[in-house]
């Protein structure tokens, strides 16, 4: 795979492009494979510990320079009443790491009501540095232990896109 560094310095103006030049132009930043995921699950949480939403997907990259880049879409959030300070943290987990959050108190309001969210969405560009599979999922849970907040309520359809780009 070609990579920022042996990438052509410059070109000459009506010249031909080497072949060599052309095929590190052709294997740049390319993307080499995407996988989908999706869960219409509907999960509760009424505690400070994260939960799987079942949204899930594995990818198993080709070279450990890869990158993945990870677009979540986790629909149907909604912050439960009965406390006012419920709020729905969402996290996105590669295997049993959190790599990143993708909210956090998300529908605080300060107030006893009910609180629709919709979609809470998130992109991460992740180095995972191997060959074997990689699992890719994420995790919410609740500010407080106290009302539930729920994700894919009304089952709502949740994603999750694995894209390997090569470096």
Do not use: H
Request: hydrophobic content about 45%.
């Amino acid at each position: 795979m070609a990579t920022p560094t042996n990438l052509p310095a410059a070109e000459v103006a009506y010249t031909e492009l080497a072949a060599s030049w052309l095929n590190d132009l052709r294997g740049a930043f390319r993307i080499l494979q995407v996988v989908y995921g999706s869960t219409t699950t509907q999960v509760s949480n009424s505690t400070t510990t994260p939960v799987d939403t079942t949204l899930t997907a594995t990818i198993t990259p080709q070279s450990t320079s890869s990158k993945v880049l990870v677009l979540v879409n986790q629909n149907g959030a909604l912050k439960g009443a009965g406390n006012a300070a419920n709020a729905v943290n969402v996290q996105l987990m590669r295997g049993a790491t959190n790599i990143q959050n993708i909210t956090l108190s998300a529908g605080y309001t300060n107030t006893l009501l009910e609180n629709r969210l919709g979609t809470i969405a998130g992109m991460v560009l992740d180095t995972p540095a191997t060959t074997s599979a990689v699992t890719y999922k994420t995790q919410f849970y609740n500010d407080l232990n106290a009302a539930a907040v729920l994700v894919q309520i009304l089952n709502e359809v949740s994603s999750i896109v694995l894209m390997e780009v090569s470096a």
